[in-house]
């Protein structure tokens, strides 16, 4: 098996392993990402629904099972900047209130073993490098902070006509933050009407490809491999170290050998490549002396809404710019917390038919053309069960069943409510079904005690001691905001500790200035 020696590899580059790489790429030490897709290639069918919704051309064949022994085709894009590539970029700090415990109607959303205060340096420069665009201080929930680097998108007509009628309802709607390069710049966003779920067209998502993996495979010191996908992690004799990665790449099997390893497959997948590389010191799993690995797997409960009128045409293009957290923290009579309400980018006709592939694709096309789009989402808490497997022939086994139901419906009620007041009488809601694994985390959790958690607070494992993992499997919740910037914001203080313990060389000052807006 040929072999090759690096100070770093870093397997996957999404939200996670694409910021590491961006933050240590200019350290004094060789380092290589490995990632199993390709880049996503610029060509006409980025933007066209049939071919992403219809055909679904960029998202795995790859097969999993759930819990009840069904196969499914899980919603995962393998390429480079991972599933950032496909995000719709609304781009949420945490509130200060998901770092404690919550509770909630269905159970304790626990604490994490970090405060607001110690990311929010970190929030702040994941907002520069991502670009994120809003207001500070009007979003009731927002923990005191300074202004964003990049002004609000402004609403579109109609949608502005729209956020003054939900304040008279009593309700504070608050601008989208927004990871957008340029918008309405000549030669950059276009504010168009196929950003979420698609690829940009224009390299004008800030996403981790464009961001981070780019910029850092530039340098010298940074090698990427593509098309190259990890199998398994090898330790020393005593279990203590990682000594060497199996990586598929260029039609062998070939043997990286690092000083640091870190993952970042995405929740699921880390969590896959842990148990898969279990050993006589590990038997369990790699990293898995609590036995978590892999469990506790969350995934936000979730509903796609639109709200009609038969005579009203929808003429907005961008409209995904409004956020709601009224009852993100409690419900409207006080109760526990419901979750997050935002608007969705603008749904065509065949995506609005895989909910019901029977129906002429014309029927859509009138009603969609007559759509607001919303999303309604809420916290998915932690349960042990709910978790990720791995069979004898290496497949995938999802077991899940939602919880903090009661709460998610209570939200989708609040959302028709407010939609009929607007007058939008007929409301269209669908459930995210189970198998949608589009804001997996938590089946690697952090925290202090390596009883209770796979790893340390700064994302190190408890059992292995040069093994770091930087995707969303550190969540010990999930708050009920798009997980990305958190993600991208531990990856960067994990980098700066990475900076000072391992690699001996403090970060830059202000690593990622503001650019002209
Ligand atoms: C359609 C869609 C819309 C979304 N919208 C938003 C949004 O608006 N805001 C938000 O915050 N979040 C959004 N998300 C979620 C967000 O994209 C994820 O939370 C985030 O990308 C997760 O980052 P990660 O680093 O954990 O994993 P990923 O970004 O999934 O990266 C994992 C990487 O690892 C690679 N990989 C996997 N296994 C291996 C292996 N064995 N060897 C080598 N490489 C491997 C994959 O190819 C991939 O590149 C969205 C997701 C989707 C799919
Ligand atoms: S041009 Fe702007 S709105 Fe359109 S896909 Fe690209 S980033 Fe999204």
């Known amino acids: 098996m040929p072999s090759e020696g690096y100070d770093v590899v870093i397997i996957g580059t999404g939200a996670g392993g694409g910021t590491l790489a961006r933050a240590l790429a200019d350290a004094p030490a060789r380092i290589l990402l490995v990632e199993r897709g390709r880049f996503v290639p610029r060509e006409p069918e980025n933007r066209d629904p049939a071919a992403v919704w219809g055909r679904r051309r960029y998202q795995t064949s790859e097969r999993w099972v759930d819990g009840g022994g069904r196969s499914f085709r899980p919603y995962m894009h393998y390429c480079v900047g991972g599933n950032t590539k496909f995000w719709g970029s609304v781009l949420f700090r945490m509130r200060r209130e998901d770092f404690g415990e919550l509770e909630h109607v269905d159970g304790v959303s626990p604490a994490w073993p970090i405060d607001y205060d110690t990311l929010e340096p970190y929030y702040d420069r994941a907002e520069r490098l991502y670009e994120v665009h809003g207001t500070a201080g009007e979003d009731p929930t927002e923990a005191p902070r300074a202004p964003f680097p990049y002004p609000a998108v402004p609403h579109a007509e109609q949608v502005a006509r729209y956020v003054a009628r939900i304040r008279e309802q009593g309700l504070h709607p608050s601008p989208l933050p927004l990871g957008l390069r340029g918008p309405g710049e000549p030669g950059r966003c276009i504010l168009c009407d196929t950003c979420n779920s698609f690829p940009c067209h224009r390299d004008a998502k800030s996403d981790a490809d464009v961001c981070c993996v780019r910029p850092a495979a530039a340098r010298g010191n940074v090698t990427l491999w593509t098309d190259a996908r990890a199998r398994r992690l090898l330790t020393d004799p005593a279990g203590r170290r990682v000594e060497a990665v199996e990586v598929d790449h260029g039609g062998e099997r070939r043997r990286v050998e690092a000083s640091l390893v870190v993952l970042s497959c995405g929740a699921v997948n880390s969590a896959a490549l842990?148990?898969?590389?279990?050993?006589?010191?590990?038997?369990?799993?790699?990293?898995?002396?609590?036995?978590?690995?892999?469990?506790?797997?969350?995934?936000?409960?979730?509903?796609?809404?639109?709200?009609?009128?038969?005579?009203?045409?929808?003429?907005?293009?961008?409209?995904?710019?409004?956020?709601?957290?009224?009852?993100?923290?409690?419900?409207?009579?006080?109760?526990?917390?419901?979750?997050?309400?935002?608007?969705?980018?603008?749904?065509?006709?065949?995506?609005?038919?895989?909910?019901?592939?029977?129906?002429?694709?014309?029927?859509?096309?009138?009603?969609?053309?007559?759509?607001?789009?919303?999303?309604?989402?809420?916290?998915?808490?932690?349960?042990?069960?709910?978790?990720?497997?791995?069979?004898?022939?290496?497949?995938?086994?999802?077991?899940?069943?939602?919880?903090?139901?009661?709460?998610?419906?209570?939200?989708?009620?609040?959302?028709?409510?407010m939609l009929r007041r607007l007058g939008l009488g007929i409301v269209y809601a669908h459930p995210r079904s189970i198998h949608?694994?589009?804001?997996?985390?938590?089946?690697?959790?952090?925290?202090?005690?390596?009883?209770?958690?796979?790893?340390?607070?700064?994302?190190?494992?408890?059992?292995?001691?040069?093994?770091?993992?930087?995707?969303?499997?550190?969540?010990?919740?999930?708050?009920?905001?798009?997980?990305?910037?958190?993600?991208?914001?531990?990856?960067?203080?994990?980098?700066?500790?990475?900076?000072?313990?391992?690699?001996?060389c403090a970060g830059a000052q202000d690593p990622f200035p503001r650019t002209g807006a």
């Open 274 to 417: 842990l148990l898969q590389s279990a050993n006589d010191r590990h038997p369990d799993g790699l990293a898995n002396s609590s036995g978590l690995a892999g469990r506790r797997y969350m995934a936000h409960l979730a509903t796609m809404m639109a709200g009609f009128h038969p005579f009203r045409r929808n003429r907005t293009v961008f409209q995904k710019t409004v956020a709601i957290n009224d009852f993100y923290l409690r419900g409207p009579d006080g109760g526990h917390p419901l979750g997050q309400i935002q608007t969705q980018g603008r749904t065509h006709g065949v995506m609005a038919r895989t909910a019901v592939p029977w129906m002429p694709l014309g029927f859509f096309d009138f009603w969609v053309a007559r759509g607001l789009d919303w999303l309604a989402m809420t916290e998915d808490l932690p349960r042990p069960d709910n978790r990720v497997t791995v069979d004898a022939g290496g497949r995938v086994r999802l077991s899940y069943g939602p919880n903090n139901v009661r709460a998610h419906d209570r939200l989708v009620r609040e959302v028709r409510r």
């Open 436 to 504: 949608n694994t589009t804001h997996q985390c938590g089946t690697l959790c952090f925290g202090t005690d390596p009883r209770r958690s796979v790893l340390d607070p700064w994302c190190r494992s408890h059992d292995v001691e040069n093994l770091f993992v930087v995707d969303a499997s550190f969540f010990p919740s999930s708050s009920a905001v798009n997980p990305g910037l958190t993600i991208v914001a531990q990856a960067l203080r994990v980098a700066d500790h990475i900076r000072e313990t391992e690699l001996r």
